[in-house]
């Protein structure tokens, strides 16, 4: 990608920095950010163009802090709304949304903050935006700028076409003073030509930033047994199955196969549930939530799952089928790694996709035209799947991008796959194609190569054929690879019933014209290939700081629970792993760590403290004290101080201690006693094993946290629906007889 028309960097201003030091805790802006900040500040529009994960929000949220006003952010996903201002609100923030989920009270009480001054920020959905009375409104209010998120949504070429967002002309006719910030993460051409039509942003500083997503470590390979390749890839290298196992996304094609791959990991010990269009509206909604306000969840899920997915942490994408294109992988793996920490987008494809997908395509009833565009579109992706040499620069380049050199961190950057000359071979298989008539599929050519006479060879009379047994110096999983080979790379196509047939590619491959390089590692039997696959470190932290990490990850998730918020609001996984290397033994030396401003370290500095410290003396950690913290809570509330207070200097929120009431905990190895023996009674009552009813893992959670109702044992690793709802009730009963209640 280009590089931004805007003037050589400018040194950040100084206001700005201090800004987001003090409420975000961050040292500095990445990339194109301060330039962005700075082009806002001063009252300048402008398009942004940056890949998820790239830091979109700073851009607006800044300026609106420096500004005179609110700044008004639009915004098209409603459940995505009230995480961004809890988020914001978690800083110190005034923020607060408009959206068709308030009540005509909620309504009125935002707007007349907005009217009073009182807020820094306000999300507003495109419809709500666009009622006269929000307009009038806002023409009455000191307004610091307008954000356009997700702008690409102006755009009808897109498939994320929102007809209110075509409507946001109303903003530079009506407001044409105030700053409009246009950002999003689609970078084609025709889309960023119709963000400045609508917006008006002709003559506006374009920010274009690279599209790559360093982080992301991309590896595809050869399907063979998809469920086994996908359970071994999660165990290993993100501990399914494990406390402190990752969240992840799992992609397949059809609500059929989503099913069945969520019911398998389930029935493997493994934390997941199944998303796809055919469920109600409310267990979509479950899941959705499941998945931002647990740790360890692994959501199985057709397309229709990702959009507007902002989870920080989400540490694998897969995919069991082949997406539809590289724009669409492209964004469904993107949803790995937000917080910049190392994530994995691991793919498995064979033959039999490539067929299906072929064969849907000429089936279609598109038009010639579009049907044409398809098919290139899933040419490139299956050539990015075939490639041989680095895929990241493959994947950048389809973009538009050019990396320097190979990227070293895909699979084929960390295994160089031996490439060799198949034209020999791939001749074999063409003639092997054409001579029985254009019209077989894999596996019946795959016999007559290897010469087998088998009833459909003798029948159709193949094994006369000069082709018949040429190919029996290799086996037959070399032989289905040239064909996959032969058919993703389009000298081969798919009709009807899988059958085979030659395109025009094909001729000159047939005379010598051209070479036909395979790779090598594709061929190769599995348990080598295997052996040298790609073994990252499944954790983004060391060993040594694991421990560490997990106990501020447990205290997160009871701090989170107490608020009704996910996790990663608190302290993203980036921040917690700087704090379990660093391990703070001050308020002072916490305050350094990059995401910890000000206001959230009045509000846990202490408690990060002592956890660390905890840590640091062998004390193990303690389970959250929900009903303590609740009744903590309401009594903060009745003296008033559990109110946000305003951005700088505010008085810190009191911390609830245990003066006001927390119930005591028992004996680690007590409660675990207990829990054993509900375990096996738990395990004689339904015949299975015990460690099927809760893995040890679990059991030592349980017996570190010792819940006292279900909510408290929702989420835990180890514990799905299914489990706590058939053992939950006797678990948490057996913590209450210890606990003495
Ligand atoms: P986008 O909206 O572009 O997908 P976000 O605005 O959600 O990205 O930012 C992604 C992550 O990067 C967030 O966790 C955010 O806090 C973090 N981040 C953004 N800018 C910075 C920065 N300058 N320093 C440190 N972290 C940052
Ligand atoms: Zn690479």
């Given at each position: ?5 805007f ?5 950040p201003d100084?206001?700005?920095l ?7 805790g961050?040292?500095a802006?990445?990339?194109v950010?301060?330039?962005i900040?700075?082009?806002?500040t001063?009252?300048g ?5 940056m ?6 929000s700073?851009?607006y949220?800044v300026p ?6 609110t ?8 459940a995505?709304?009230k995480d961004?201002?809890d988020?914001?609100r978690?800083?110190g923030v005034?923020?607060a ?5 308030l ?13 009073a001054?009182e807020l ?5 959905a495109?419809e709500r935006?666009l009622l006269?009375?929000?307009?009038d409104?806002l023409?009455?209010?000191p307004v610091?700028?307008?954000a356009?998120d997700e702008?690409h949504c ?8 929102r007809?209110?967002?075509g409507?946001?002309?109303v903003?530079?006719?009506?407001f044409?003073?105030?700053?409009r910030l246009a950002?999003?993460a689609t970078a084609?051409e025709r889309?960023?030509a119709?963000?400045?039509?609508v917006l ?6 374009q ?5 790559d ?5 991309y590896?595809v390979?050869?399907k063979e ?8 890839f ?8 494990q406390?402190?196992?990752d ?7 059809s609500?059929k ?7 398998w990991l389930?029935s ?12 109600s ?11 931002l306000n647990?740790e ?11 959009m507007g997915i902002d989870k920080p942490?989400?540490?694998f ?5 082949l997406p ?7 964004q469904e ?11 994995t ?9 490539v ?5 849907m ?5 598109a038009?010639e ?6 098919a290139?579109?899933?040419?490139a992706?299956l050539t990015?799947?075939e490639?041989a040499?680095?895929r990241?620069q493959v ?5 538009g991008e ?15 796959p ?5 034209t020999r071979e791939?001749q074999?298989?063409l ?8 019209r077989?599929g894999?596996?019946?050519l795959?016999d007559v190569?290897?010469?087998r006479?088998?009833e ?5 009379n193949?094994?006369?054929?000069p082709?018949?047994g040429?190919?029996r110096?290799?086996?037959?999983r070399?032989?289905?690879g040239?064909l996959r ?5 389009g ?10 047939s030659?395109t025009?590619r094909a001729?000159?491959?047939l ?6 390089q395979?790779?090598e590692d594709?061929?190769l039997?599995?348990?080598r290939v295997?052996?040298?696959?790609a073994r990252?470190?499944r954790?983004?932290?060391?060993p040594?700081d694991q421990p560490?990490?997990e106990?501020l ?6 701090k989170?629970r ?7 609001v ?10 379990a290397?660093l391990r703070p033994?001050?308020?002072t ?6 995401g910890?401003?000000?206001r959230?370290l009045?509000?846990y500095?202490d408690?990060v403290?002592?956890?660390?410290r ?14 303590g913290?609740?009744?903590?809570r309401?009594?903060?509330d009745l003296l ?7 951005v700088a ?7 609830p201690?245990p003066?006001?009431?927390d119930?005591?905990a028992?004996?680690?190895?007590t409660v675990a006693?207990?829990l054993?023996?509900v375990r096996?009674t738990?395990?004689a009552?339904?015949?299975?094993s ?5 893995p040890?893992?679990?059991l030592?959670l ?10 408290e044992l929702?989420?835990?690793p ?5 489990r706590t709802?058939?053992?939950g009730?006797?678990?948490v009963?057996a913590?209450?007889?210890?606990l003495g209640?």
């Amino acid at each position: 990608m280009t590089a931004a028309p805007f003037p050589a960097q400018t040194a950040p201003d100084p206001r700005a920095l201090e800004v987001l030091s003090r409420v975000w805790g961050y040292g500095a802006f990445r990339g194109v950010q301060a330039q962005i900040v700075q082009t806002v500040t001063d009252g300048g529009h402008a398009l942004v163009l940056m890949p998820t994960g790239g830091g979109k929000s700073l851009c607006y949220q800044v300026p609106s802090l420096l500004r005179e006003g609110t700044g008004v952010v639009v915004s098209p996903l409603i459940a995505l709304m009230k995480d961004q201002v809890d988020t914001l609100r978690q800083l110190g923030v005034r923020a607060a949304f408009l959206n068709s989920t308030l009540s005509l009270e909620g309504v009125r009480e935002v707007e007349q903050a907005l009217l009073a001054g009182e807020l820094d920020l306000l999300y507003v959905a495109p419809e709500r935006l666009l009622l006269p009375r929000t307009l009038d409104l806002l023409e009455r209010a000191p307004v610091a700028l307008f954000a356009i998120d997700e702008a690409h949504c102006v755009s009808q070429w897109g498939h994320d076409f929102r007809p209110e967002y075509g409507q946001l002309h109303v903003l530079p006719q009506r407001f044409p003073q105030i700053p409009r910030l246009a950002l999003t993460a689609t970078a084609d051409e025709r889309t960023r030509a119709d963000m400045l039509r609508v917006l008006d942003l002709h003559g506006a500083p374009q920010f274009v930033s690279s599209f790559d997503r360093p982080n992301i470590q991309y590896r595809v390979a050869n399907k063979e047994g998809p469920k086994t390749q996908l359970l071994d890839f999660i165990r290993a290298e993100h501990g399914a199955g494990q406390p402190g196992g990752d969240a992840g996304i799992v992609y397949c094609l059809s609500r059929k196969s989503v099913e069945e791959t969520a019911r398998w990991l389930q029935s493997q010990g493994i934390d997941a549930v199944a998303y796809h269009a055919g469920l109600s509206p409310r267990e979509r909604t479950l899941a959705q939530e499941r998945f931002l306000n647990e740790e360890g969840l692994i959501v199985v899920a057709t397309v229709a799952f990702g959009m507007g997915i902002d989870k920080p942490n989400v540490r694998f994408v897969a995919h069991l089928d082949l997406p539809k294109s590289m724009e669409g992988y492209y964004q469904e793996t993107g949803r790995a790694g937000r917080d910049g920490l190392p994530s994995t987008a691991w793919m498995v494809y064979g033959l039999a996709d490539v067929v299906n997908v072929r064969r849907m395509l000429s089936q279609s009833d598109a038009p010639e035209e579009v049907k044409r565009v398809e098919a290139g579109k899933l040419d490139a992706l299956l050539t990015y799947c075939e490639a041989a040499t680095c895929r990241r620069q493959v994947l950048l380049a389809y973009f538009g991008e050019e990396l320097p050199g190979p990227c070293g961190n895909c699979d084929l950057c960390l295994n160089p796959p031996r490439v060799h000359d198949a034209t020999r071979e791939a001749q074999m298989a063409l003639s092997a194609v054409i001579r029985t008539g254009n019209r077989f599929g894999a596996a019946h050519l795959t016999d007559v190569l290897l010469g087998r006479e088998t009833e459909k060879v003798l029948a159709m009379n193949h094994h006369t054929l000069p082709t018949f047994g040429v190919g029996r110096d290799h086996d037959e999983r070399f032989w289905r690879g040239i064909l996959r080979q032969l058919t993703s790379l389009g000298y081969l196509n798919a009709g009807e019933h899988h059958g085979l047939s030659a395109t025009g590619r094909a001729r000159p491959l047939l005379k010598g014209e051209v070479v036909f390089q395979v790779r090598e590692d594709s061929l190769l039997p599995r348990e080598r290939v295997r052996r040298r696959e790609a073994r990252p470190p499944r954790s983004p932290i060391g060993p040594t700081d694991q421990p560490l990490f997990e106990a501020l990850r447990q205290w997160r998730l009871g701090k989170a629970r107490e608020q009704g918020v996910p996790p990663y609001v608190i302290f993203n996984d980036a921040t917690l792993k700087v704090i379990a290397e660093l391990r703070p033994s001050s308020l002072t030396t916490l305050g350094t760590v990059s995401g910890v401003g000000q206001r959230k370290l009045a509000d846990y500095g202490d408690e990060v403290v002592q956890v660390v410290r905890d840590h640091l003396n062998g004390v193990p950690p303690t389970a959250p004290q929900e009903r303590g913290a609740a009744a903590n809570r309401a009594v903060l509330d009745l003296l008033g101080a559990g109110k946000a207070a305003p951005v700088a200097g505010g008085p810190s929120r009191p911390h609830p201690g245990p003066l006001l009431g927390d119930a005591p905990a028992a004996p680690t190895e007590t409660v675990a006693e207990a829990l054993r023996e509900v375990r096996r009674t738990l395990a004689a009552e339904s015949g299975v094993s015990a460690f099927l009813v809760f893995p040890n893992a679990t059991l030592d959670l349980l017996a570190q946290r010792q819940p006292r109702s279900l909510d408290e044992l929702t989420g835990l690793p180890g514990l799905g629906p299914k489990r706590t709802a058939a053992y939950g009730e006797r678990i948490v009963q057996a913590v209450r007889e210890v606990l003495g209640q």
